[in-house]
């Protein structure tokens, strides 16, 4: 298989900028690479990294059912596009030129959305799909001069919905009974249900979305394949602590938005974006990170145990990032967002080091 190392260059390149800009914001005192950066910190871990970082995942699976037609070929514009607009941003050129690209990529990506759905008529297949349009939604109202607080959900819809999706894939390995079924996707509707009327009421919208998060996470805790494979060992086993984990920061992320509203600033705003983005986003890349990663680049992973402890780190870190933006205390918020970072960066280097370990097959 072709490696696609150059384009994954570039949601990393994303990653870090964007981890650097956060501290910025948090206030530690660190080297300003370019006097804008920190007003990007959202769009790049969003619409840089993961919105890159999945649509390079997309690019990947349909290119290795349909190498030779437009089918496999086009979707990997999305990556390199959002990559691109990523560039735009950390440096500090035109930002509604980054805006622009990294707008393009999500439109492309709901057209590679389109195709699978053609491949494949699944309810998974839709609510992955639905997790693209909430991307190029964020994108495009972004473009449009939207401050960010009032579009973070649409961001926010684009990886829950796509993790959801694979998720409820996976699960047809259990059996679902239609009614199962039809309640995930009726918390699913509740989530875009939100997401539609955060557009006339940012405050009900937000806690209508709280509502779905809570249930869905309870509906994974009960049917997810993480709830059985928990009991296995090595790679299984950590990626059902990795899914477990993340439901639960994903239900708490409900509770907060259900209770504190449509909050646009300060720390229940910061409480609950991170959450999400953090705890069960960044759960899910730390699970599926064994099987993307081999698949873009074309190298196994080897497991070790000291991929706890990058999963270990990023829960206690952003406890006490919770805590302090609660309490309210600015130190632990502090801290816990510095250890956040430390523990993205750990979570890098044991698995770029794991890629290199002699213990791969070559």
Wanted: net charge positive.
């Amino acid at each position: 298989m072709r490696s696609h190392a150059p384009i994954m260059a570039l949601p990393i390149l994303a990653l870090l900028a964007g981890m650097w800009a956060g501290l910025l914001r948090l206030g530690w005192l660190l080297p300003v690479i370019q006097p804008t950066l920190p007003l990007f910190h959202g769009p790049l871990m969003v619409s840089g990294f993961l919105g890159t970082l999945i649509a390079l995942e997309r690019a990947v699976a349909l290119g290795s059912i349909s190498p030779s037609s437009i089918t496999g070929r086009l979707p990997v514009l999305s990556p390199i596009l959002s990559g691109l607009g990523a560039l735009w941003l950390v440096f500090g050129l035109s930002v509604a030129t980054g805006q622009l690209s990294l707008t393009l990529g999500s439109a492309v990506f709901v057209g590679a959305s389109v195709l699978v759905i053609r491949r494949h008529n699944a309810l998974h297949t839709w609510v992955m799909a639905l997790g693209g349009v909430g991307w190029f939604v964020g994108n495009f109202l972004w473009l449009g001069g939207t401050p960010v607080p009032r579009l973070i959900l649409w961001w926010m819809a684009f990886p829950v919905l796509t993790i959801l999706g694979e998720r409820l894939e996976l699960a047809r390995l259990l059996r679902l009974s239609n009614l199962e079924r039809m309640t995930f996707a009726g918390f699913c509707g509740a989530l875009c249900v939100g997401l539609l009327v955060s557009l006339v009421s940012f405050d009900l919208g937000i806690r209508i979305a709280g509502i779905g998060m809570v249930a869905l996470s309870a509906w994974l805790f009960r049917f997810d394949l993480a709830a059985r494979t928990i009991r296995a060992h090595g790679t299984t086993r950590f990626i059902a602590a990795c899914m477990l984990s993340g439901y639960s920061w994903l239900g708490l992320a409900g509770i907060l938005a259900t209770t504190l509203g449509g909050t646009l600033g300060g720390a229940a705003y910061d409480a609950f974006l991170h959450t999400i983005f953090l705890g069960f986003v960044f759960s899910m890349i730390f699970g599926h990170a064994p099987i993307i990663i081999p698949a873009v680049l074309g190298k196994p992973i080897t497991f070790h145990n000291r991929f706890y402890a990058h999963l270990g780190l990023l829960h206690l870190s952003l406890i006490a990032r919770v805590a302090g933006d609660l309490i309210p205390s600015a130190a632990l918020r502090q801290w816990g967002g510095l250890f956040n970072a430390i523990a993205l960066v750990a979570f890098l280097a044991n698995t770029v080091g794991s890629l290199m370990s002699r213990e791969n097959p070559q």
